[in-house]
């Protein structure tokens, strides 16, 4: 996995080689092991590499006939068009998958895409069309942003990057009532204003003689149901699992699981030994507080399975220290606030000398695993009315509904067309393959932002075999019954967990969906000094919103009087976003003595 970064000017300005290095200076994290630039008329690229594939033949900016790549990401079936395009006549360098992404682009263009199976963010520069060609992976699991101003664009791994390179950091104010009903933007929206996400499965041409864009794939809006009853069904997701996973074991260094004790990483790792080396690795949270601690899953599991299980443990004091790290590192308000524990469980991999993780990811939003899910059938099947637009996105996706949201900002209504159109793709579905959906295209790119981050900031590549696209399109077209019915969820994988041999007890115990003992910090009044953060008013964001009412929440909230968690946690993490990239007042440690 790697870290891309560059800039595009047709106005005929030099290029400054010092703004491009440190455009991909900043993001050294992502890539510690090699580093390239690439400087031509109108555009300038930098690159990070962390090495994974063809570890001594896969340095970037690569280059073949009049074309350059940058390129992060892993292509799973690479070998396959490798010797489709060794047919036609191309001759390789190297074994890299880089340069069978770059080759296979010469040949059939935007064609290609359809081609690949993996995760992918790339830019490749056409030397004698003077063109730029970027493409993002179907379900979004490499980031890839982009800004303009006047006549230049930028475009990289991070948004660091394109700050870095001088484009301006500033708050996205439309959007902060979406950010504060679903704690994150969707789409191609960021908080960043005039700073975009390039969509999942799309690409995007840049020439002189203007812009192209398309998408090449999308979650599919209709069930056509493959007759199988659920044995047959089960034994064709297992199947496809298996063939996932076999493909992102391939690697040169050393690859392993992160595991928590729950069906989907237990099914995984399962796997995962099966194919893989006799003493395989394995890696844990462990919470100090027993009422957030899912180790001891992770310990029968591993037993179980004979894998060698690592577990890492974050004090107070550490999650304190390291936020704002956390929160540098993840470009945008942090979503989640177990993002620290998953960097600390990644670093723990590094230490042990496994650079890839196999992760669960996908597998909630594939399989009804999330209990809103069953909350949100139950709640809308009690009402005698036909569910409305907001009733399903409120109970079926916020965090936060209108009337805090309305009080804290003074207004509730969110305009992101995204969402819109999710949902109106989506809504003749049955209730929970609409939710199911509307998570694939919305909440799982924000999942998938923080395992990357987080990965990349220690070191680590993330792999996620549930979001192989062939699984993704099989388990969309099977019947809503076979996953969630009568207040059960992941239906198939419970069954395919027992098959495997782990026990029914285990398989389905609650879920516990990686909590942290934040909301209790918060709440005792020791989580300073970032609740100071809601009081002090000192920040751009506190502009946004009534800080009385903020604080009339904290103070509630501490006194026992409602269930403020949530909403309390994004205004700490907005705040220390804006302090971090907007305002500049919250200066973020050396990031190299985390290594």
Known sequence: ??????????????????????????????????KGCYIDQSIGLAFRRLSIIDIKGGHQPMFKKNYVIVYNGELYNYQNIRKELETIGYYFKTSSDTEVVLTAYIEWGVNALTKFNGMWAFAIWDKDNKSLFLSRDRLGIKPLYYARKRETLFFASEIKSILEGGFPAEI?????AEYFHFA??????TMFKNIYALPPGSWIEY?????KQGVFWNIESNISCDNLDIEETTKTVLDFLEDSVELRL???????????????SSILTYISKGKSYRNFHTFCVKMDDPEYDESKYAEIAAKFMETINHTTNVSKKEYLSLLPHIAWLHDEPIAFSNALHMFSVCS???DHGIKVLLSGE????????????????????????KFSNDQLLILGSAVYGFEKVNRLLGHSEWNNPWRSNCYNKYKSLPIADCLMRMDQCTRIVSLLHRQDRMGMGSGVESRVPFLDYRLVEFVNRIPVEYKISNMNSKII???IAITLGFKRKAIYRPKMGFPTPIPKWIKSGTFSPYIDFIRDGNSSASELYDSKYAVQLLKDYQEGKGEHSVILWLLISLELWCRIFVDKTLKVKNPDIYF
């Open 362 to 385: 996908g597998a909630d939003e594939l399989f009804g695993g999330y209990i809103r899910y069953l909350e949100t059938i139950e709640r809308i099947s009690k009402s005698d009315s």
């Open 1 to 34: 996995m790697c870290g891309l970064a560059g800039i595009l000017d047709y106005s005929g300005n030099y290029l400054d080689e010092s703004k491009i290095k440190k455009m991909g200076e900043v993001i050294r994290h992502r890539g510690p092991d090699d």
């Open 348 to 350: 723990l991999a590094i």
């Open 184 to 189: 994150f933007l969707a789409g191609e929206r």
């Open 493 to 495: 994988l419970k069954d």
């Open 207 to 211: 020439s002189t003689e203007g812009i």
């Open 172 to 176: 996205n104010k439309e959007d902060i």
């Open 250 to 264: 391939t690697s040169d260094v050393p690859v392993g699981t992160l595991l928590s004790g729950g069906v989907d």
